[in-house]
């Protein structure tokens, strides 16, 4: 990759000297960053610009080609592209439009140009895109003119829209966030995103590396890359898909959708995933910042209104505000030209108006060991005290270094002067005393993000018994009906309440007497998807009678609702005790493979969607951060009086879910649905089951 | 309250030559507007300001004065408010800071001030605050410097910080919004936002009212106010109070806190609420256009990347986005360079680079009956494009009020273009793709407030039979017991279940066979809050030996959890049918009154706070409103093969609380739950209640 952002000689492709010409507006570019290197521009028309020739084709170069940028019709870059395989280039940057993106002839050319760059050893980027910036070295290869005011600086991006990347470049520069490289993967015939992760990870000019991207290749790749980085990772995944699909044939496909999966890959990865540019701000200036110790922060205000919204925002971001000593407080309030300030964090520095004052009392805050980050809001008129506020600003960085602490500054005064200050100032600064305190807890959040070793749990795994359902359902051309999807989960250790299928009634009175009353009956047949909305769960059957009763009601309500309907048979099992419902489910992502969910189970599963995701495998420490992330979970360790569940037992039911969904790739979607749990040391029991399986799943997207 | 917006002569008390004269910074504010009246300059001091002479005293001043605003020390305040009387003054604002905030010396003057101000008949703002402004005339008497680039408009702005106005003023500038008035309240001695919100309202150069409110004076009136309000009101109500209250006495009291209380009486009266100024300039953006007919938006982008991400947002905030016309789209496709783009609503106009075809498009686009709005997404750099893209923007303006639907515009460019944009155009832009997408659904949200009559719902109404238990237990010195909390429920028509009290266990026996068996037993005892944590509840016993257990076992919990705890009895119910359990609760506020709720109820009230609040007194059209708001609200329709539960079953019991603290204000909190609501028809039954009274509670803050 270091050849595409670190070329001695590039060679622009398509340029003229017309005005309207994009080929030459990247010249152009590169003539603004004052590219390091030497350039050469070819087009068929020759000719000359910015006094230079441009040559009529690439083997009239008199010297060699790092590398090429191509911006020629679709149908002549193949041709094009070994041009410059001959020419000895190695890496090429194809901006043209019009390949796969806009069908089969397009695609017909991408598989020459695959061919042509595997004959030379050429790595491209592209087609469709905008290329390359390396801000470092003056490399800008766009055809979209790029205002030369951004500053060189860490922050490097990844970007599948040429159009959201120039977007991205022009908020980095009304901020004053420096650029280190971008690249626009377009259509990723050859390089992707993947590899351009890999290498700006281990580029040392890049600190923070963002990326947007519309669809993801190598979901499992992209985990591992980010999961080994020590580089924060911030991504707008868009393209989020549209909510109208159909109801989902399981509870764990419609808690599971394909973007809540992008979700819990990305947490799991430690890549903190954004939506629009006013977050990434806020990250990038985050990120700037050293990092939070603890949670407790100290507000500073010129302005009492400015410090009441400021607490209010540290209230709904979850930070508590340090207790000051009483000491503290009472010197400030002798500072004050009245007598009296409520002595309280946030401080009113009401009509404390010299600004030198702010800097002890900053410095001594933040100086505390209560205190793990500060926001300071400051107002003022530029006209008035433009000098001594930047400086004030100045200081709270330096500060903020020293004490290694973050420092969230609100500068309240006329927009020209909060432009100045961001160009300015040796740190970020805010235009918003919520945005100051939202950025502290962005920070604080990313750092709590855990990623952990994605091992598979050892435990029971039976995985002849699960291949031998999977197999006789398969020659069966059916799914795995309720009792077999019971069986795989016991094959894998999870703790299934007992049951017997039976076909008839007098063997459904049988069982019911060897199981135990009260019992319940559940509909089997692959023709019911859901067997509740069709009459088949009885629940409580006391006695012989109501076990017949409910034999033959099941049967004659199946026929009603599924005309032709077959009947495999009745599950019988004994009425469980009381418990706590949850669900837990697996389902095949096509970007990144398997996925595990817990949550909330019963009748409002769908209601509250209160479940917890991750990519398999993983381990317990995993599950127990899953099941922190519930609403119920207060519930589950026990609330008013109720004894704690077990949360050990529910844990094993969701490390064999992983287990098995490692080992069997072939399951699409799993569901145990109830899960219920008793109290601790009492364990739990899998109620019911529903599984799809498919030789698909296995395979990669 | 005309006076303070539209004084002809204004005496500005407390000026002096000093360069760092706060009073002299209100007279430069009033030359920099070019304030329309004749101004004069108060100060011991004298000397002259701006060629005017400074004059020692109000009485010196030889002509009348319509408004004083003085900025002298607290302690000097209240004769020279006196002086302004005798010279006539009937409008005063007072910004000296240094009164009631600071303690009982500063209270004691502003008595002094309050008896003044009556004997002259002055109104007066303030003290502690910056004063008013008039756009329109070139009235502003803060003692900070205003940039006088804001342009005049429709904003009018109502603060309760000094700073936090000055901060909403830089925002409208760099926005290129208008501003009409501008009044800071502070300590709201005499004049407070109510008097000036109905001043507003009718005020004929506003246009939309903003507020920022720390805290509520008059709840009830703010809401009548905005009820009857033509105009939108936006408030930013912070001191949003701490999470960290000790743990409520009752769920109602737990889902019902300050805050949401705040929030629930803002959206019955149609005032938006927000946070930051970003949400409150795309509010302002946003009621700049028309409203949206229906939900559907067509999403024009120049950028296939920005069109993504729109729809994104379009999916995130519940926008349809609009089928287009075939033929449409084929024919935008013979316009593109290449051959083939993606026919479908984002369109993505991809290569179409000529903004010229943009206009016809956009124009065909509005004036489809099936898009109710548009989002228009441009990028283009100002050197080259700056040109055409404004006579674009400017011709999607006319477009949509020639069609009356919005048009959400993002330009993508630089920032100092932006900049020039908000400035220059006659209409709204958004530097955010996310926020044109918002902007929309603000508006569509903002619309969809309804304000209804609240009225006393009729009904069942056995007052007397309420107040004999209030009576009761005020004379006991005790809360309402759990079968009293029953009595009044009934009272008020709550379908109660059938309950019997009992003293000991042979009369708990013999009740039990009375009411039938299974039954419920609960403790009643005032030391007991919550009884379910003392083991104060036993469910489905099943015979007169269980009955009996019961009874010991209870007595024994009880004194083992709170030793010396009197047990007035035990109450016992036959066991309900199974149903949707929902908790209906009402509480009192001391800024807005009686407010109730209505939500899930059971163990998870308080894990999913899942509830919905106005209030009190609403009719059945606010109960309607209520259930849809609730996430549970499918569950009660009926679900997966359930019955629907009785809606008009549980609306006839909120009605009955609405109606409850309509008529007996002293009661403190209410709590029916769980309320349990059976199928369609079947009604429901209050199976628990818990009631708080106080006298206090009838009295206003």
């Keep these: 990759m270091h050849g595409f952002f670190h070329p001695h000689n590039v060679a622009v492709i398509g340029v003229s000297q ?40 690439v083997s009239d170069i008199p010297d060699r080609v790092d590398l090429a940028v191509i911006l020629t019709p679709a149908s002549t870059v193949p041709d094009l592209l070994a041009e410059c395989g001959r020419k000895g280039v190695r890496w090429a940057v194809i901006e043209s439009a019009g390949f796969g993106e806009y069908g089969s002839d397009g695609r017909l050319l991408e598989a020459r140009m695959r061919e042509i760059a595997a004959e030379f050893g050429i790595r491209f980027i592209g087609p469709n895109c905008i290329g390359v910036v390396n801000r470092h070295n003056g490399l800008a290869t766009p055809f979209v003119l790029l205002d030369p005011t951004i ?134 200036k985050a990120l700037a910042m050293p990092s939070l110790r603890g949670n407790s922060l100290a507000v500073l205000s010129r302005s009492g209104g400015h410090a009441v919204i400021a607490a209010d925002e540290c209230e709904l971001t979850g930070f508590d505000l340090a207790r000051l000593p009483q000491s503290f407080l009472e010197e400030i309030q002798t500072l004050l030209r009245a007598n009296v300030i409520r002595l309280t964090n946030p401080v009113d520095l009401g009509d404390l108006f010299d600004i030198d ?22 107002t003022y008129v530029a006209s008035h005290e433009a000098g001594p506020s930047r400086q004030l600003f100045e200081h709270l960085h330096v500060l903020s270094r020293r004490f290694a602490k973050p420092v969230g500054i609100y500068a309240a005064t006329e927009a020209r002067e909060i432009g100045e200050l961001k160009r300015g100032l040796s740190g970020p600064i805010f235009s918003e ?35 031998e359902v999977i197999d006789r359902c398969s020659h069966a051309g059916r799914p795995p009906l309720l009792h077999e999807a019971l069986s795989v989960a016991a094959a894998y250790g ?17 069982a019911a007497g060897v199981l135990g009353y009260p019992v319940a009956m559940k509909m089997v047949s692959r023709d019911a998807v859901h067997k509740s909305d069709v009459g088949g769960v009885c629940l409580d059957l006391a006695d012989e009678t109501a076990v017949r009763a409910a034999c033959r009601g099941m049967a004659r309500s199946l026929r009603e609702h599924v005309p032709g309907a077959r009947l495999e048979g009745v599950l019988l099992q004994p009425m ?48 127990e951060e899953m099941l ?25 039911v969701v490390l064999a879910v992983s287990r098995l969904v490692t080992d069997v790739p072939a399951i ?31 395979l990669p997207a």
Tied chains: 1, 2.
């Design 357 to 378: 004052v702010y800097h002890d009392l900053a410095a001594r805050t933040l100086a505390m060991d209560a205190v793990d980050g500060m926001v300071f809001l400051h």
């Design 18 to 57: 017309n005005e309207d010409n994009l080929g030459r507006r990247i010249s152009t570019n590169l003539q603004n960053f004052a590219f390091h290197g030497i350039l050469f521009e070819v087009g068929p028309k020759g000719g000359n610009l910015f006094g230079r020739r441009i040559y009529r084709s």
């Design 628 to 652: 922190s992330e519930l609403r119920v979970r207060p519930l589950l360790d026990g609330a008013r009086g109720q004894e704690p569940a077990d949360i050990a037992a529910l844990t094993a």
């Design 494 to 510: 999870a703790p299934v309440a007992p049951w017997m299928l039976v076909d008839d009634e007098d063997a459904a009175a049988a």
């Design 576 to 623: 469980a005790p009381p418990g706590r419902e949850l669900i837990v489910g697996a389902r095949w992502d096509r970007h990144f493979g398997h996925v595990v969910l817990v949550g909330m189970g019963g009748v409002f599963v769908e209601v509250f969607r209160d479940s917890a995701m991750r990519v398999a495998p993983f381990c317990a420490d995993t599950v």
């Design 151 to 284: 500053k060189p600086g860490g922050v490097s991006l990844v970007t599948q829209s040429g159009g959201v990347g120039i977007s991205v470049l022009n908020v980095l520069s009304s901020e004053g966030l420096g650029l280190a490289k971008m690249a626009s993967v377009g259509n990723k015939l050859d390089v992707d995103e993947n590899d351009l992760l890999e290498y700006l990870i281990a580029d040392p000019q890049t600190e923070i590396i963002c990326m947007y991207l519309e669809g993801i290749r190598d979901g499992r790749r992209l985990m591992e890359l980010a999961g080994r980085s020590t580089k924060p990772i911030l991504l707008h995944k868009s393209n989020i898909g549209s909510a109208a699909h159909g109801i989902a044939a399981s509870h764990t496909a419609a808690l599971a959708a394909d973007d809540a999966v992008v979700d819990a890959a990305l947490r799991q990865c430690g890549i903190a995933r954004f939506r629009d540019s006013e977050t990434l701000v806020l990250y990038l």
């Design 668 to 698: 699409v979607e799993l569901d145990l649905n109830p899960v219920r749990v008793f109290p601790a040391g009492s364990g739990c029991l899998v109620l019911d089951a529903r599984m799809t399986v498919s030789d698909e799943a296995a």
């Design 433 to 467: 005393p919520s945005d100051a305190v939202r950025s502290l807890a962005l920070l604080r959040d990313y750092r709590h993000m855990t990623v952990r070793e994605r091992l598979r749990p050892d435990g029971p795994a039976d995985i002849e018994r699960v291949r």
